[in-house]
């Protein structure tokens, strides 16, 4: 019974398998090792790694799993079919929590991994800003569960696409953001309305933000709640990107039963760009629409006299 390690080797030479295997020595090591073969064409890279009391046994038993899922590439060969995230749940519930051994690794728990993502993504601290590692960590926290992972890999995995515009760039990105949707995080739908906003894509653009608006009605997670203005904050984003594609509001109830805390959003987002006077005219000019049609919203009138809409519309003409 020796005390060591199960990881999982990620290799971009080889994608859509993952090496799993065990190591009494640190994983890193592990990883150089295989890597400094000549026949590998990329370096491996630790996706992965879980510490055990006897790592052999619990190796056996993680093979055993993916073997029974029919994940194994070939015959006494460690390489395995599947996605990380799949792998890396084999490998946890393998784990071994009762008895920890003397060799754990510091604790790499998502919320570490999200927090250090953070850190690397807006040079917090002494840090260095880079967007690299931070997508690294935000990678890692999303193979080990954290929803919110999937939406900030996903906005970096955007904003590279923005630039560039490449196709490759686009599916990778809608890849990430469609995953965390369909784990639970509603918020990545807000994520795919702003890249369905600036390619001025409005059918999608209208379903993401419905979707959104839908999915959290059904089911609040505490992870995603935590932060009582994040809701706030997304409906002023709503509200912008409405106006900047003159589109109809579809959500007014949402919208008017958050109109305080919405408010409160943007005075405080106001007092962050007082240096910048294009944001500046933008934000007050949502802040108008918010107080005129959320907070004292007009009385209704005859038909033949109702005015044109705050947002007219690009798919019908505006009522005259």
């Not at 904003?159 to 809608?174: I, V």
Request: glycine share 4%.
């Amino acid at each position: 019974m020796e005390q060591g390690w199960v990881y999982m080797l990620l290799n971009s030479s080889t994608p859509g398998l993952a090496k799993v295997g065990c190591t009494t020595r640190p994983p890193a090591e592990r990883a150089a090792e295989l890597s400094a073969a000549t026949g590998v064409a990329a370096p491996f890279v630790v996706a992965f790694e879980q510490a055990f009391a006897d790592c052999h046994a619990a190796e056996r038993l993680v093979h055993a799993e993916l073997d029974r899922r029919g994940l194994r590439l070939m015959p006494n060969r460690e390489f395995f079919h599947g996605t990380p995230s799949d792998i890396v749940r084999v490998i946890l519930d393998t784990a071994d929590t009762r008895q920890p051994p003397p060799c754990q690794r510091p604790d790499l728990s998502a919320e570490r991994l999200l927090a250090a993502g953070d850190t690397a993504l807006y040079g917090r601290g002494d840090s260095l800003q880079d967007t690299g590692e931070a997508a690294r960590c935000y990678k890692l926290a999303a193979a080990r569960g954290s929803l919110i992972a999937f939406e900030r890999l996903g906005r970096i995995y955007m904003q590279n696409y923005l630039e560039a515009r490449d196709r490759a760039g686009r599916r990778r990105t809608l890849s990430v953001l469609k995953e965390g949707a369909k784990r639970g995080n509603y918020y990545c739908y807000c994520e795919m309305a702003t890249l369905f906003a600036a390619e001025r894509h409005l059918a999608n653009f209208a379903k993401s933000w419905s979707l959104f608006f839908a999915r959290r009605a059904d089911s609040t997670r505490d992870e995603l709640e935590a932060d009582s203005a994040r809701y706030p904050a997304a409906c002023c984003v709503y509200i912008a990107e409405l106006m900047d594609l003159r589109l109809q509001p579809s959500h007014l109830a949402e919208l008017r039963a958050q109109v305080e805390a919405i408010l409160s959003a943007l005075l405080a987002e106001l007092d962050l760009v007082r240096d910048n006077p294009a944001a500046r005219q933008r934000l007050t000019s949502v802040m108008r629409w918010a107080y005129e049609e959320l907070l004292d919203p007009p009385a209704p009138q005859p038909a033949a006299k109702s005015r044109r809409p705050i947002f007219a519309s690009p798919w019908a003409p505006a009522a005259a």
